[in-house]
């Protein structure tokens, strides 16, 4: 079982950039790709971006493409999403999200994902 803990969120303005975290545990730790999805108020849980691991690519939905990046160290399994240029749209609870194994469900789906971390807030004003 893999446990993931994010944590960096917070209040930022309009503009301005925050570096989220996601700590990743467990007796084995291989992931074949980590993912951030969003929640909004009200909203259904989304996919933001996702990195595959054997390769480094990644996929990122359309309204955060150029503003967010996802990056890995694999050192210290961790995967981080650095957000830049942020709105008050982009305010969210955002959570990391484990594939364990290829899926042929849709990445941007949550069926991939097997383990999730408890969520980060982060509160964009305007």
């Known amino acids: 079982q893999v446990q993931l803990v994010e944590s960096g969120g917070g209040l930022v303005q309009a503009g301005g950039s925050l570096r989220l975290s996601c700590a990743a545990s467990g007796r084995t730790f291989s992931p074949y790709a980590m993912a951030w999805f969003r929640q909004a108020p009200g909203k259904e849980r989304e996919f933001v971006v996702r990195?595959?691991?054997?390769?480094?690519?990644?996929d990122t939905t359309s309204s955060v493409k150029g503003r967010f990046t996802i990056s890995r160290d694999n050192a210290k399994n961790m995967v981080y999403l650095q957000m830049s240029s942020l709105k008050p749209e982009d305010t969210a609870v955002y959570y990391c999200?484990?594939?364990?194994?290829?899926?042929?469900?849709?990445?941007?789906?949550?069926?991939?994902?097997?383990?999730w971390g408890q969520g980060t807030q982060v509160t964009v004003s305007s």
């Open positions: 999200a484990f594939q364990g194994a290829y899926s042929t469900a849709r990445i941007y789906t949550e069926k991939p994902y097997t383990s």
């Open positions: 990195i595959r691991y054997n390769d480094g690519s990644t």
